[in-house]
């Protein structure tokens, strides 16, 4: 069956648009033609196959063959329904179907690795949080390192350095009490001021700034044990050495025999007073101040101590020692003075005067 065209009436040169509308309409019915003639050879071959292999009706329809390529084809030996179409014959279904899975695929491929990226962000975060602490915790170990030596000097006195004459020296008299407690004071004083509290260091000064004779040799022969001491322990010994075993009973008992004498004022008075009351409570608080004004107001004279008891000064609760002086003083300078002197007679002889107040 020839499939070529026969165009009985050829148009004239003069109308090419009609000759290609002709002309694709010959190249459709051969396709068409061609078409058919292939499944009635596909039937005739394989009798039992009903159905027509999809992939070549949609080759055939989708591209209709040349009229020439048809006609040269028909001397080929025949394709059954089963033989797979060239790698250049793919259809655009098959090529829109591969490219709608690679672009699926490169999108499941960025999801993943944007959760790679976040996770990856979340780890480095966790990260650099638990570096910033090992960091802020090294600072502050550093810190405290840099602090400790500071600490360290300042607790200690430089001894190459420090001479006797930088403080207090004890020269006895050996074993008065109150000369060795203004001492101990002194070394109390000067350990504040340098702001010394090793206790070693201050053993160590202690020890050159002793001049009396018993005293360094007890500092001396015992200088292995003493060292080996804290301050407090050391002070002990030290104290128990150099004063009398019941000095604090000794200077309560002075503190008890307080008097005023006529020609003191009350302020001096009052200082003698407080000053051993300082001595009685060097260590240890044994006098309180309401005792004190007691033992003031016990030596006071007749006349004074009748205005103390009269006011009821000992009678303040809660008691101020401050307020006490002050109106006791107060009582003092109000009272008429005593006058003291020798007055000569008509006959030259010196005549004592009793204190008579003034007129």
């Not at 071959?45 to 070549?56: A, G, Q």
């Not at 394709?79 to 014959?89: A, I, L, M, Y």
């Not at 407690?181 to 070394?187: A, E, M, N, Q």
């Not at 200082?271 to 300082?278: I, M, N, P, V, Y």
């Amino acid at each position: 069956m020839s499939t070529r065209s026969k165009i009985d009436d050829p148009l004239p040169l003069s109308d090419p648009e009609l000759i290609i509308r002709q002309a694709n309409a010959a190249k459709r019915r051969d396709a068409a033609n061609a078409l058919k003639h292939q499944q009635q050879k596909a039937q005739t071959s394989l009798p039992t196959t009903s159905k027509e292999d999809p992939l070549t009706k949609m080759d055939s329809s989708d591209h209709p063959s040349n009229p020439k390529t048809a006609k040269s084809g028909s001397n080929e030996p025949n394709q059954g329904p089963f033989n797979h179409p060239k790698e250049s014959d793919m259809d655009n279904a098959s090529f829109l179907r591969g490219l709608l899975q690679l672009q699926h695929t490169a999108i499941l491929q960025a999801k993943e690795d944007r959760k790679t990226i976040l996770a990856d962000q979340q780890e480095d975060a966790a990260h650099f949080a638990v570096l910033g602490e090992e960091l802020l915790r090294l600072k502050v170990q550093v810190d405290l390192v840099n602090q400790k030596p500071k600490t360290s000097s300042s607790n200690r006195l430089d001894l190459s350095k420090f001479k006797p004459s930088d403080g207090p020296n004890f020269t006895g008299p050996y074993p008065e009490i109150e000369p060795f407690i203004k001492w101990l004071r002194g070394i109390q004083l000067l350990f504040d001021t340098r702001k010394t509290t090793d206790d070693k260091t201050k053993i160590l000064v202690v020890g050159e700034l002793i001049k009396e004779t018993n005293t360094l040799a007890f500092y001396s022969n015992g200088f292995a044990d003493l060292i080996t001491k804290s301050w407090d322990e050391f002070q002990t010994k030290l104290m128990d050495f150099a004063l009398p075993p019941l000095w604090r009973s000794d200077l309560r008992e002075k503190a008890r025999q307080l008097k005023m004498s006529d020609t003191e004022t009350f302020l001096a008075y009052n200082t003698r007073a407080r000053t051993l009351q300082s001595l009685i409570n060097f260590g240890t608080i044994t006098m309180s101040d309401f005792e004190l004004a007691e033992a003031i107001t016990f030596g006071l004279p007749t006349e004074l101590r009748a205005l103390v008891n009269n006011f009821q000064l000992l009678y303040e609760r809660p008691f101020e020692f401050t307020t006490f002086k002050q109106q006791t003083s107060l009582f003092y300078e109000g009272l008429p003075k005593k006058t003291y002197g020798c007055a000569r007679g008509p006959t030259g002889q010196s005549i004592s005067l009793s204190p008579q107040p003034p007129s």
